[in-house]
């Protein structure tokens, strides 16, 4: 047996049966090992960001991580993007980045790079693995410093480590690990927020994490039926379990004035998984922290503890086992869209919220175009909600692309901004080859958007020719419907409500990959 193959036998003894793949040739003794797996599937991306991004969705919804196979630090470099994603996202993976066999590298081929560099700031764990002999203990550290640190961990496999024989007996036998366990709150946290929430001032809780999750928000529910406080989330959240008849919470806006007037009543808020909250970027004669003066801030729950423990041990310690919780109800926040008429973003959204069927995905890049449709959708049909978490662009179609394959019996809506899903495009590709259920929305203004507006949140309301050539995608303009059958996805372009209306609904009648580009 050779690295490569003890490499796939470690994956598997830990219950990681996804690979997705772009491989070199360093890696092909990796790929060779694959073909005798049967059981490690495969999935090839056409770019590294596909890649990544695609093992983000489907942790996310898989709630155990996939690998990842990427080709020297190049390789890597590319996908770093949607890595950063996946670690400020609080993802598990474990991405396999090939390199020169060891002796090798003091040639400075040109392929030769510093991959723990690279790594390191995208990653919660990084190693090089040393030879065959140790490959099943590093792929054992690297499944459970994933899960335990709640991001992307990274192991760097040099050719001579794939290709060299493994030696009988010792570290070269994989076997199965217990799974890493949440520690739980400490009792002095739980104290000082529950103290603070007795004390009925305007308080909130701040959410991410697990703790968004259906049954941790039930118990959230039940402590704000209590005390009256408020239930917030971060403004970027992996994944949240909503809709009709679960706990909503209150997402904190991106526009920084937004965010000051969500917040400006609170005179303490509590942190459960979540950081303090700060803005997206800063802005002359606006604050970086969105928090009133005086507010007091406590952390019941660091993200790598255990959220849902820590809000029933809070419930318990404020008698709050048999309040009631408010929940969304039915069809209570999405306007009916107008019949007829051209379309525009908030018509798509306010279509595809009232639509949107139970136990859908919603993987949303909308960006600017989309941002009315968290609140519109918070009392659709029950279904989960991932978005962009790290700010990195390019991430919308790839976390599609994963979450359909960690849940095959449910349908992925992803919500797309034009701009940001060129960046990715490649994997429509993917979706066509694996033919996984996902209906891409694409908001087509033809834009960069959100510059446009961050341009006149910095001050500059005129924009000169330059400025316009650098935030217009309009010339030429990017035909979606060509490019996605291109890559083997069938697609429509649609201008009007009705004909949106027709072509989601037969989008979401049939199974497979499908692309609407709205004209907006």
Avoid at 228 to 247: C, D, K, M, W
Avoid at 374 to 385: C, E, M, T, V
Avoid at 462 to 485: K, T
């Amino acid at each position: 047996m050779n690295g490569a193959d003890l490499l796939c036998d470690s994956l598997l003894a830990q219950e990681v049966e996804l690979c997705f793949a772009n491989p070199g040739t360093s890696e092909m003794h990796f790929v060779a090992a694959l073909d005798r797996k049967p059981r490690l599937r495969c999935v090839l991306g056409l770019h590294e960001g596909v890649v990544t991004g695609a093992a983000d969705g489907y942790a996310r919804m898989a709630d155990k991580p996939a690998a990842t196979l990427l080709h020297t630090g190049p390789g890597l470099a590319n996908g770093l993007a949607n890595l950063h994603n996946a670690r400020r996202g609080h993802t598990p993976m474990i991405n396999i980045v090939g390199d020169h066999a060891a002796y090798h590298l003091v040639h400075d081929a040109p392929l030769t790079s510093d991959i723990e560099s690279l790594a390191r700031p995208m990653s919660k764990w990084v190693r090089r693995i040393a030879g065959p002999e140790t490959i099943a203990e590093d792929v054992g550290q690297a499944w459970q410093a994933a899960l335990a640190l709640r991001g992307p961990a990274t192991l760097i496999l040099p050719a001579d480590a794939a290709w060299g024989e493994v030696p009988p007996g010792g570290k070269g036998t994989p076997a199965a690990l217990p799974a890493p366990v949440a520690p739980p709150v400490a009792d002095s946290a739980v104290a000082a927020a529950a103290a603070i929430l007795r004390g009925g001032g305007r308080c909130g809780l701040l959410l991410t994490g697990r703790a968004l999750r259906a049954d941790a928000l039930e118990t959230a529910g039940r402590i704000a039926a209590a005390t009256g406080a408020g239930l917030f989330s971060q403004t970027s959240n992996g994944r949240v379990e909503r809709g009709a008849g679960r706990v909503p919470v209150t997402r904190i806006p991106y526009p920084v004035d937004q965010a000051l007037a969500t917040l400006g009543h609170l005179e303490a808020l509590i942190l459960v998984g979540a950081a303090d909250p700060v803005a997206f970027f800063a802005y002359p004669n606006k604050p970086s922290r969105l928090l009133p003066e005086g507010c007091a801030l406590l952390r019941l729950a660091a993200i790598e503890e255990d959220l849902p423990g820590a809000l029933e041990a809070l419930a318990e310690a404020l008698g709050a086992g048999r309040a009631v919780p408010a929940y969304a109800e039915a069809g209570g926040t999405a306007p009916e869209p107008p019949a007829s008429g051209r379309l525009d973003a908030d018509g798509v959204c306010a279509l595809v919220a009232r639509l949107l069927p139970e136990q859908a995905v919603v993987c949303d890049e909308s960006v600017s175009s989309g941002r009315d449709f968290y609140r519109l959708s918070a009392a659709s049909p029950p279904h989960d909600y991932l978005q962009l978490t790290g700010g990195a662009i390019g991430v919308g179609i790839p976390l599609a692309t994963g979450a359909a394959i960690a849940c095959p019996g449910r349908k992925v809506v992803s919500l797309q901004a034009d701009g940001s899903g060129l960046y990715t495009v490649q994997g429509l590709w993917t979706q066509a080859r694996e033919q996984l259920d996902v209906v891409t929305v694409v908001f087509a203004n033809r834009a960069y958007a959100i510059l446009q507006g961050e341009m006149r949140n910095v001050g500059v309301n005129s924009f000169g020719r330059n400025a316009e050539r650098m935030l217009s995608l309009d010339s030429p303009p990017v035909d979606w419907v060509g490019l996605a059958r291109s890559l083997g996805v069938e697609a429509v372009r649609v201008e009007s409500l009705e004909a949106l209306d027709r072509a989601f609904r037969g989008a979401l009648a049939t199974r497979g990959p499908f692309l609407i580009e709205c004209l907006t």
